[in-house]
């Protein structure tokens, strides 16, 4: 089983929902940790996880599956949601949020006490087995009235709100992830903290923990701390020239104050 | 025949107009009883129930149907409806709001004296026999110009007007459907009238009695009562600090004051 | 022959319109008679009746038919509206307002002195026999600018305005259609004339002929008076509180002082 | 060869843009007879008429043609524009403004001196013979940002632009189409004019002559003048109340006068 | 070779962007002669044209190709701009930006130093011969925020900006292309310039080459030089009443003063 | 290997990236050499380039691949994105801010820690090869609220900002490329800069290296210095008179100086 961080109680929640047949949403912020908590309960709990990205475009067709044309004949394609009930797996969709409503109308009643998927074009009806769980996640950050999840569907769902890694947890995982050393690993931990904080008044997504885990990798591969943070952590949160400054000098700050402290 | 908690003459209602061959509009809130009672009145009238969900994307197609090629041939597939009208069953549109008022439109003629379905692309014509039933539901709540059904299409249908069961009653369902003590769910119970009386103030969706189903199942798994009250009942309902805060204090109120006085 | 309660001269100029090979555009409230009339016609002239449901996703291929593979082979499928040329049918275009005005560009060469229709796609141009008959139906009531017929296109037709029944005659159609009492239906049509009468300060939509008689199935099934109107009749018109506090108030004056005053 | 009335010198021109080989815009009011003028002409030049009524949903596809599939094979299917092409045919788009103009784009090439009609999709390319000629048709009144022709486009074209009938010539129509005597058709055609002359005031579409034509019918079919009236030149005009009002008092008073005075 | 009326010195550019291998966007008002241009440089450089009108609906597929079905089995079928690199030919998108930006993408590798079509769907990757040349064209005075080129495409091309031929030799090309005489020429060119002149009043597309062409040739073919002009120069400009006898005005001021002078 | 122009640590950094299996994004403005660097790289790194040009209409299945229809069977036929998965190539996805973001959401799982592509369609399940590398362009310039990437996407990538290259450079590679004199390139980037220096007034995109190489290499075929620029620099870069002209003044200013201070 991987290494698995855990930020409090979400391992607890999640296996009563599961021993409940309750279907659970998870949210939070970009890159805290939601895809690794599934893919963790799912070796924990001993199930194939099926991983579904959400998108705009997907279908309900791409989710329960649709007619195919082989050999001359049609026959019926399970999509990945018809397989994981089959299975009895976990089924994940990531970014629910991003998918079209209409899609996630073919969820209702396996979230409800139906537990029964609905193939409507193929004429079947599955009940989902004891082991099945859906879970769905996505972060409350981007937020507009287009794309809001509907009330309706989120009180399907029992709720597990995760954040990022407390700050000496998130060290641990760069080192583990990285290679880099602790002392190195908490600087720019302590720089995506500082950035975080600023966040009210720049109004920028947050460095997630992956931005951090690429900047020690480039770090370990020889590259300035400096730099590394720039390409990894600052640059994908703004073009804006002085929003830029001001992050660099709040990086540049955490970076070598931290540097001092621990030599 | 599973257990049913009716909440006044629905039964009756629902009887009456399926003795006349009259089509039925459900209304009410979220997770208030609707799939339910379309369900209990299946096994009573001893008719199968057709369950669509509707979305954005259902075309008149998905509903009567469509030709499909097989073995080289074009043969006609029929959709859940028109199978609905052919087995005399009931036939139940989930949320009919959601749908595309162009795929309506092939209700209209089994909606008045003809119950007639017309297969323009098969080039058949259907009488529904006198089983059969059409029953919409949807929630008034969730008014929007753009979606709203048409006035002259929601005179077609007897409506019937649901809503939360009275407290006795819902607290009973927790009981039965969890297996949690009686005064937990009374508390359970209090907590939701608490927020769906501040409902006015902070305009949510209130807690459907599906929610807090959940929760009981929850603590019946060991959970603390706050917790579960958290995950399923009040995190759905807004990831809004001041709302969150505000929530929180009046299920924590709700659940001690509870406490002490049965105790 | 079924029995039709006319208005005044709409048989008349409907026989007219059909000798002098003239297209019909019915206007008129949802629900005031205007596909009985269509089928009335059908039954006194000898002609079959097709009828189509107007929508926003009806095509012009569903409208004169398409290429279908069946067999291995490609063959033209005659739709509805040919079917109806060639049979020399009354075509009925049900609230012809829904559908894309881009579709209706095949009825112009119906309707002029061409009474033609040509088959762009199978290759075929025909000319409709002197028994084929195209009759349109709209409620005016809904004007929008998205929606409206275009002037050029109502300019086609001959225009029937068709309205509700005169009270007399609609309590007649209530006591034929359920079988209640005359002094019951008196009751209903006295109900809905005042919510129609009404109208102008509610703005909704007036309760149709149809939901009358629902109420009157619903009351012949057994059902109270005050609540059989609440359900098919007041119900259907608003989910506004206000508003349908003021409608029951109407209903239920009109409902006791009639029975006082027929008692 | 059918009777055509012509208007004043639109014979001679479209005989000389078709000598020239320049294609032609023919502009003017719904049902003022630019149909029957090219029907006309195709009689007079001893040309077919391929007629394609424009709308939205026509694709460059159906213009030209497509590839299908028949017998197992792939073959090519011309268009009406391409067989209007091969055949030396008057090619006639009826209200050309109601096409996309990305669909009108294939017309460029057959409308300057290159008079070619290109066939990406079949790979081929052919020059119209001397007897082809374009013909396009819309009704400047209706003009929308969204979807008036583009000046580039329009300017390919020698424009022909049509009007009613003058008063003497539009009675000698009616006359002839539909057996009344000639002070009624006189009658209908003041009626006519009267409305055409308040169009100013009430913002209407005018009445067309095939309006007109259709009362006549209705008239020599047993009706009386003022209902025929109201049915076929009054009614599709507008359904406010008002606006009616004021045109059924200049139609009686135009149908009155009339009568009197040539009594 | 046929005749070519050249403004400037086009043609030496035009020769010099096709020896570098670079690609060439034309720009100018309509109907001055950019189809002209591309045609008459094909003749001289000896290479084929390949013409392609750009509209909203043109996909990538309609430009590079796709598969199709021919017997049974799926074929590659190119298309022009695959068939124009294969063949080193001219390949000419006139009105590029009327095309879908998406569409555009596909020709970024042509236009650049990589000179390569990926034909992604294909798995093929095409090296364009030294003979192949892109041209594009559009007319800068239709620009809408929507449909503008994006100044990176704009980037990738020598641009060429075209406008009107000098009176006189405009005047030549009516001569050689109706046979009218140069007198009754000068006084058409006349006419042009004045409402050319006018336009920043009326902000009208100025009358093209085209429409005068249009006109000689209906004055050849025995029409009025004042008729010919209304219907191909006036009458295509503008439908508001009072535009058009400001026009007119122009045009009968410019033709009889002409004519006086000229006698 | 071609020559390569650097401009600063950019192989350094991105040499570091793909050690360490870390997706990147480069940004910079319009033909800096963002293409040029990923082809350099591949060179270097000694892998296969598979370019896709990002556009509104690429859908995931064009990434990814599809079933396709083949001498009557259904096959699976990969996508480029597949093809450089399996082939552990540099898979370069260029102005991905022009896709649509759906489309996107299938790169999610290549670019965190799982360095997976699921095909659901396909049913198949691919892990990226240590030397596989997920390269991104776009200009951060064109940021509109719709198009802009999110901002978790943008923290999945190491950024590389790029920017023009240093006039030194600039000049030299416009000898490289062109073959024209050291003093004329020298003049050409003067130009290029004090455009690029008058930006912030004009609000134009900048012209780019590109843009100067085609002007070298009209020059070199013979073209006046201004005219090349002209054609080349000024005229794509805006259709306004008034801008046109003050571009062609600071153009005359720094060809005519420069060349004075040259000779």
Same mark, same amino acid.
């Given at each position: 089983?991987?290494t698995?961080?855990?930020?409090g109680?979400?391992?607890?929640?999640?296996?009563?929902a599961?021993r409940r047949q309750?279907?659970?949403?998870?949210?939070?912020?970009?890159g805290?940790?939601k895809?690794?908590?599934?893919?963790?309960m799912?070796?924990r709990l001993g199930?194939?996880?099926?991983t579904? &990205?959400c998108?705009d475009d997907?279908?309900?067709?791409?989710?329960?599956?649709?007619?195919?044309? @082989?050999?001359?004949d049609?026959?019926?394609?399970?999509?990945p949601l018809?397989?994981?009930?089959?299975d009895g797996a976990?089924?994940?969709l990531?970014?629910?949020?991003?998918?079209?409503?209409?899609?996630?109308?073919?969820?209702?009643?396996?979230?409800d006490h139906?537990?029964?998927?609905?193939?409507?074009?193929?004429?079947?009806?599955?009940?989902?087995?004891?082991?099945?769980?859906?879970?769905? &996640?996505?972060n409350p950050a981007?937020? &507009?009235?287009?794309k809001?999840l509907?009330?309706?569907?989120r009180?399907?769902?029992?709720?597990? @709100?995760?954040?990022?890694?407390?700050?000496d947890?998130e060290?641990e995982?760069?080192?583990a992830?990285s290679?880099?050393?602790r002392?190195? @690993?908490?600087?720019l931990?302590?720089?995506?903290t500082?950035?975080?904080?600023?966040?009210?008044?720049?109004h920028?997504?947050p460095?997630?923990?992956?931005?951090?885990?690429?900047?020690?990798q480039?770090?370990?591969a020889?590259?300035d701390?400096?730099?590394a943070?720039?390409?990894?952590?600052?640059a994908p949160?703004s073009?804006d020239?002085?929003?830029?400054?001001g992050?660099r000098?709040?990086?540049?700050?955490a970076?070598?104050?931290?540097?001092t402290?621990?030599?």
């Open positions: 089983m991987s698995y961080f855990s930020q109680d979400e391992v607890t929640l999640f296996e009563r599961h309750l279907p659970m949403m998870i949210t939070g912020p970009t805290c940790g895809t690794r908590l599934v893919e963790h799912g070796e199930r194939p996880v099926v579904i &990205s998108h997907l279908t309900s067709g791409d989710l329960v599956g649709r007619f195919v044309v @082989a050999g001359g049609v026959i019926w394609n399970d999509g018809t397989r994981a009930v089959k976990l089924c994940y990531d970014e629910v949020v991003e998918a079209r409503h209409d899609s996630l109308a073919v969820l209702h009643s396996l979230t139906r537990r029964t998927l609905y193939l409507d074009r193929a004429g079947q009806v599955l009940h989902a087995p004891r082991e099945f769980m859906l879970i769905c &996640s996505y981007y937020r &507009s009235s287009l809001d509907k009330p309706s569907f009180q399907r769902f029992v709720t597990l @709100a995760m954040d990022y890694l407390p700050p947890r060290a995982v760069l080192v992830e290679g880099i050393d002392p190195a @690993a908490e600087r931990v302590r720089c995506a500082g950035i975080r904080t600023a966040d009210q008044i720049f920028l997504e460095p997630s923990t992956r931005a951090l885990v690429a900047a020690a480039l770090i370990a020889g590259a701390e400096l730099h943070t720039q390409a990894c952590v600052l949160l073009t020239g002085a929003i830029t400054d992050l000098e709040i990086a540049a700050a970076l070598s104050t931290d540097r402290s621990t030599t």
